[in-house]
């Protein structure tokens, strides 16, 4: 069973729409964590939450805003859309050291 | 800042030869840095391959391994024997001491064995 999901697989938006990209663990760790990866990029480190407060905001555009109704959810609502958003967005969770993946969102911005 | 750099793929190598995919990092901000090789197989989600959190050791997994040398700011990831199952994009990850530190990583590294 999985044990980060992920929904949904693919999205495809337009240009100004806002979305919201869902994340749930079911490893029982208190650190979840967004990342994205743009085409030819690297993992781009985006926030971190524990115990569902925010840590760490890499992300200089306020229209990303995680959202945490459970400790085991962390989800992204994005606004504004622009093409520029484009890429997959990925979920991670941890309770020391080790951070598990989710398998991702891939988001098309038309 | 912090950053990481990786051997620009995609390597391909023949099953049975050696590999070794170059990391270097610069952690400019991160007092001690944790060093991780994530990898993605074909279909599924990224996934830890050995991670070293003290300078001078070493780390392996699956017949890779990984030394962490702080005078030349490398994770270098080695394998003696590469094997047709081992095809898959490997990521070089600097991270911070903590459950909530976050991870740089490299561009990934494409590994394609012949068989």
């Known amino acids: 069973d999985p044990k980060i999901i992920q929904k949904p697989k693919y999205l495809v938006a337009v240009t100004g729409s806002e979305k919201i990209l869902i994340c749930e663990q079911y490893l029982g760790h208190n650190a979840m964590y967004w990342y994205r990866q743009s085409a030819k990029k690297p993992l781009e480190f985006m926030f971190s939450y524990s115990y569902q407060k925010l840590m760490d905001n890499q992300t200089a555009s306020s229209r990303f805003q995680p959202q945490s109704s459970k400790k085991n959810h962390l989800d992204l609502q994005i606004t504004a859309l622009k093409p520029d958003d484009s890429a997959t967005y990925f979920c991670a969770s941890s309770q020391d050291w080790e951070q598990y993946f989710g398998p991702g969102t891939r988001l098309t911005v038309l | 800042g912090d950053s990481v750099t990786q051997t620009e793929g995609p390597v391909t190598v023949s099953e049975s030869e050696s590999l070794i995919i170059n990391c270097t990092y610069s952690?400019?901000?991160?007092?001690?840095?944790?060093l991780f090789w994530y990898v993605r197989y074909p279909g599924e989600g990224l996934q830890l391959l050995l991670k070293?959190?003290?300078?001078?050791q070493k780390g392996s997994s699956r017949g890779f391994e990984a030394t962490y040398n702080k005078e030349t700011t490398s994770f270098h990831l080695q394998k003696a024997s590469v094997q047709e199952s081992d095809s898959a994009v490997y990521y070089c990850?600097?991270?911070?001491?903590?459950?909530?530190?976050?991870?740089?990583f490299g561009l990934g590294t494409t590994l394609q064995v012949q068989p």
């Open positions: 070293v959190i003290t300078a001078g």
């Open positions: 952690a400019t901000s991160i007092a001690y840095p944790n």
């Open positions: 990850a600097l991270g911070s001491t903590g459950n909530t530190g976050k991870l740089i």
